[in-house]
């Protein structure tokens, strides 16, 4: 799961240690097609040991999902009520991907991560959930900007983003220019550009 990308700029690895479960029920977020549905202990530790679960599409998990799963143990937040979710379609109740916020934000920023699985993109599926998040996002504690980040070569993800009324920062890189984004969390270098959402009208 990335920012955008399905691979994302990722911190370190995990300690491999179990996750501790949330202290209270987290709703659901639901949209037209989707729910935006928090991650179980048991989902998350399915993941990574590489077991598969009854309500996961084919190709659920994909990497990013591995990688993320993977960092639950170090990063609690993640599966907060402002962390990372699953996205279940409605109709059949299959996890088809991911979503998640990098939580907690940093001077006010927060960035946001998203993957679907091959077997359901082109359905607008990743768009509905990012636009969903992302006003959930804006209505979290101390949040005063969200964005996400993808690389160049990733059109169908700057689409997701447009489509999701993200807008390229005037600081980001240009994908002409190389030295811009040296390296991104994972020290992997390549440029990648930084889409941001305009805050909600009323705010």
């Given at each position: 799961?990335s920012s955008?990308?399905?691979?994302?700029?990722?911190p370190?690895a995990?300690?491999?240690?179990?996750?501790a479960p949330?202290?209270?029920p987290?709703?659901?977020?639901?949209?037209?097609?989707l729910?935006?549905r928090?991650?179980?202990?048991?989902?998350?530790e399915?993941?990574v040991?590489g077991?598969?679960?009854?309500?996961w599409a084919?190709?659920?998990p994909?990497e990013?999902?591995?990688?993320?799963a993977?960092?639950?143990?170090?990063r609690?937040?993640w599966?907060?009520?402002?962390?990372?979710?699953?996205v279940?379609e409605?109709?059949g109740?299959l996890?088809v991907g991911?979503i998640?916020?990098?939580w907690?934000p940093?001077?006010g920023?927060?960035?946001?991560g998203?993957?679907i699985?091959?077997s359901?993109?082109?359905r607008?599926?990743?768009t509905e959930?990012v636009q969903?998040l992302?006003?959930f996002?804006?209505?979290?504690?101390g949040?005063?900007?969200?964005?996400?980040?993808?690389?160049?070569s990733?059109?169908?993800s700057?689409?997701?983003?447009e489509k999701?009324?993200?807008q390229r920062c005037?600081d980001?890189?240009?994908?002409?220019?190389e030295?811009?984004?040296?390296?991104?969390?994972n020290?992997?270098g390549g440029v990648?550009?930084?889409y941001?959402?305009p805050?909600?009208a009323?705010?």
């Amino acid at each position: 799961m990335s920012s955008s990308t399905q691979s994302s700029s990722q911190p370190a690895a995990s300690s491999g240690e179990s996750p501790a479960p949330a202290a209270e029920p987290i709703p659901d977020l639901t949209t037209s097609r989707l729910i935006l549905r928090p991650w179980t202990v048991a989902e998350v530790e399915a993941v990574v040991s590489g077991d598969r679960l009854a309500h996961w599409a084919a190709d659920f998990p994909s990497e990013g999902d591995h990688v993320i799963a993977g960092l639950f143990a170090e990063r609690p937040a993640w599966l907060g009520p402002y962390g990372h979710r699953q996205v279940v379609e409605r109709d059949g109740g299959l996890v088809v991907g991911s979503i998640g916020l990098f939580w907690p934000p940093s001077d006010g920023e927060l960035e946001l991560g998203y993957g679907i699985v091959e077997s359901r993109r082109g359905r607008g599926y990743a768009t509905e959930a990012v636009q969903a998040l992302t006003e959930f996002a804006y209505a979290a504690p101390g949040v005063k900007s969200v964005h996400a980040t993808v690389e160049p070569s990733n059109p169908p993800s700057i689409r997701v983003l447009e489509k999701a009324g993200f807008q390229r920062c005037d600081d980001g890189p240009s994908p002409a220019d190389e030295s811009a984004s040296p390296a991104d969390e994972n020290g992997e270098g390549g440029v990648v550009l930084r889409y941001q959402a305009p805050p909600p009208a009323a705010r």
